[in-house]
């Protein structure tokens, strides 16, 4: 079975804090993302990556940057935290195109409040 | 600009009865189609998937159509069980550039018994 596994399942952190989320998949996908969620707007795209050290802005990037050091982690940063930013964000990996199902793997979400 | 849209935010059936979960889309590049559930405070699970080469695709109670004129796909559950009360979610993904998954805003799906 394809895991894809985020750090925390909630937390909490204060407004201007950095903020550190960690994702890892254990499926030797190409491709990682990474989502919000909030009530009444679905799913939102926030960063992409295809590749080591390659990521693509989202929808929603403002805000937010990510590093991909290794294929298997993805990590999303909140460069100073801010109550807006109060949501759960979900971490996904897929295969690259042309390579077999390219569904994506979610993980079980990190629920982040800031104060 | 909404890509993908999810017209009605819940719907609500009796066990048994078939559930009809809609979905419109407006990029014509599109041509890889899937649906997910979402629990609360889970991540979403993949259901079904169809390519834009197929109009139907079955997987046991669960059944996609895609209509590619009219941009429109519908999931079908039937039976319909108390179980699948859940959030559903379209998504979409581009036949070229970037292989990104674009979702709808979901539709809560609830099952009475």
């Known amino acids: 079975d394809v895991k894809v596994t985020q750090s925390s399942r909630y937390l909490v952190k204060r407004t201007g804090e950095k903020v550190f989320l960690e994702c890892v998949q254990d499926?030797?996908?190409?491709?990682m993302f990474w989502y919000r969620q909030d009530p009444g707007l679905g799913l939102r795209l926030i960063y992409f990556?295809?590749?080591?050290?390659?990521?693509e802005k989202g929808d929603i990037p403002e805000g937010y940057s990510v590093s991909r050091e290794k294929k298997e982690r993805f990590s999303l940063i909140l460069e100073s935290a801010s109550t807006n930013q109060t949501s759960m964000y979900l971490c996904a990996s897929s295969l690259i195109r042309g390579s077999g199902n390219t569904e994506a793997f979610f993980g079980q979400g990190t629920r982040l409040t800031v104060v | 600009d909404q890509q993908v849209k999810q017209n009605s935010p819940s719907l609500s059936v009796q066990e048994g009865r078939i559930s009809i979960l809609n979905c419109d889309y407006t990029n014509s590049m599109f041509d890889y189609f899937l649906w997910y559930k979402k629990y609360p405070a889970e991540g979403p699970t993949f259901l079904i998937s169809i390519s834009s080469i197929k109009d139907k695709n079955e997987d046991g109670r669960f059944t996609v159509f895609l209509n590619k004129s009219a941009k429109h796909l519908s999931l079908h559950i039937v039976p319909s069980q108390p179980g699948d009360s859940a959030v559903y979610f379209c998504a979409a993904s581009e036949l070229s550039g970037s292989e990104k998954l674009v979702f709808g805003k979901g539709t809560k799906l609830t099952v009475n018994p």
């Open positions: 990556s295809y590749d080591v050290k390659m990521k």
């Open positions: 499926m030797d996908h190409e491709n």
